[in-house]
């Protein structure tokens, strides 16, 4: 059964906006976002903490992307800003009960296609 379920994504033009949404079944501890571009390794791009709501982010989408939580909606979001050519990937949502956001994620997403054109 999938615990994830990835929504939002599509097309968009460059310096566009996006937000993709992830609704979730389980309690987890720990929420991230990953991406994947063709012919790239899946990097993390930010994560968030159910604890206190603390997040983080790549370097690449800092002061661009913003993740937020809705315990009560089950839902993880990753608002997406000024959107470049080169944040076109396959976005993935995961989850984790570790008691600290750690390295590893047990649960994944199917993933959502983010296309963004120049």
């Known amino acids: 059964e999938k615990q994830l379920v990835e929504s939002g994504g599509g097309s968009v033009q460059a310096g566009g906006s996006r937000r993709l949404s992830c609704a979730f079944g389980?309690?987890?501890?720990?929420m991230a976002w990953f991406r994947q571009a063709p012919g790239k390794e899946r990097a993390e791009v930010a994560r968030?903490?159910?604890?206190?709501?603390?997040?983080s982010y790549a370097d690449s989408v800092k002061g661009r992307f913003t993740a937020s939580l809705d315990n009560n909606k089950r839902a993880l979001y990753l608002q997406m800003n000024s959107l470049k050519p080169e944040d076109t990937a396959t976005y993935y949502c995961?989850?984790?009960?570790?008691?600290?956001?750690?390295?590893?994620?047990?649960?994944w997403g199917p993933g959502a296609q983010v296309t963004v054109s120049s």
């Open positions: 389980r309690s987890y501890a720990c």
């Open positions: 968030i903490s159910r604890a206190d709501g603390s997040t």
């Open positions: 995961a989850g984790d009960f570790a008691p600290n956001c750690g390295t590893a994620f047990g649960d």
